[in-house]
């Protein structure tokens, strides 16, 4: 492989360790709120911050299919 091959998957390990963590965080966030009877305007802040990191990750997926197509050419 060579060192822009291993960049990329380096990359898109990172992307999909970022993807769980969100994904996960929510989960997490969604149980303790309901469990320790948070407002839902609390509850909406907490769901606006994953959906700032689902939107990163968006993001990064966006730049890895940019530098695949870059590699193509």
């Known amino acids: 492989m060579s060192k822009d091959t291993d960049n990329l998957a380096r ?15 929510w989960i ?6 309901s469990w320790l009877d948070w407002t839902q305007r609390t509850r909406a802040l907490f ?12 993001w990064m997926v966006y ?3 940019r530098a695949r197509q870059k590699d193509k050419e």
């Open 11 to 25: 990359q898109g390990r990172i992307t999909a360790l970022v993807i769980a963590g969100v994904g996960l965080y």
């Open 28 to 33: 997490g966030v969604t149980a303790l709120g």
């Open 47 to 58: 769901d606006l911050l994953a959906l700032a990191g689902f939107g990163t990750a968006i």
């Open 63 to 65: 730049g890895l299919w």
